[in-house]
T-cell receptor, first 114, second 109 residues
Framework: DGGITQSPKYLFRKEGQNVTLSCEQNLNHDAMYWYRQDPGQGLRLIYYSQIVNDFQKGDIAEGYSVSREKKESFPLTVTSAQKNPTAFYLC?????????????FGEGSWLTVV | GQQLNQSPQSMFIQEGEDVSMNCTSSSIFNTWLWYKQDPGEGPVLLIALYKAGELTSNGRLTAQFGITRKDSFLNISASIPSDVGIYFCAGPDTDKLIFGTGTRLQVFP
């Protein structure tokens, strides 16, 4: 089936550790995105990528890093510099990054810092 | 950057009632999207609007692209328990989508 796969669904991290969230899509979409959602809140854009080997910061990029070495993959690393990383993380993709395209989401990953 | 404001923030209604929510922006949009998020899941696209004044339905859901191009409306008729969730509007900001703050809907039997 075509879609966006995020893993793991649940992740626990100790303070001071980096952790990487995986996002894979087989929709042949050029653009991919990472959003953060805090309980009861909306979606905030962390990073996005319109093509392979290129990405841009979103509204809350500090403490995060990404790579886009392959079209189908856009992993997100939550670094120890992220002061409050506990949240629900959503990966998404679209045909292209320009305005007007709908985007499709994965099922999300819950990250908890213990 | 652009901001999308949704209202109401939350709604508590009885099964069978109709629901109305809206989304406003600080600037003109040429596309409006409405998503629904079930608890613990990713948002799913409900309706896409591409033209000012456009009225589009998807089952019991109807959405409208405001004439001013700065707002959009979503209506749900005859609500059922599975309508529970968070409804987000979204619109393009250059090369990415921005999302509204969401309307949380709770339906009681």
């Amino acid at each position: 089936d075509g879609g966006i796969t995020q893993s793991p669904k649940y992740l626990f991290r100790k303070e001071g550790q980096n952790v990487t969230l995986s996002c894979e899509q087989n929709l042949n979409h050029d653009a991919m995105y990472w959003y953060r959602q805090d309980p009861g809140q909306g979606l905030r854009l962390i990073y996005y990528s319109q093509i392979v080997n290129d990405f841009q910061k979103g509204d809350i990029a500090e403490g995060y890093s990404v790579s886009r070495e392959k079209k189908e993959s856009f992993p997100l690393t939550v670094t120890s510099a992220q002061k409050n990383p506990t949240a629900f993380y959503l990966c998404a993709s679209s045909i292209a990054g320009y305005s007007g395209n709908t985007i499709y989401f994965g099922e999300g990953s819950w990250l908890t810092v213990v | 950057g652009q901001q999308l404001n949704q209202s109401p923030q939350s709604m508590f209604i009885q099964e069978g009632e109709d629901v109305s929510m809206n989304c406003t922006s600080s600037s003109i949009f040429n596309t409006w999207l409405w998503y629904k998020q079930d608890p613990g899941e990713g948002p799913v696209l409900l309706i896409a609007l591409y033209k000012a004044g456009e009225l589009t339905s998807n089952g019991r859901l109807t959405a409208q692209f405001g004439i001013t191009r700065k707002d959009s409306f979503l209506n749900i008729s005859a609500s059922i328990p599975s309508d529970v969730g968070i409804y987000f509007c979204a619109g393009p900001d250059t090369d990415k989508l921005i999302f509204g703050t969401g309307t949380r809907l709770q339906v009681f039997p």
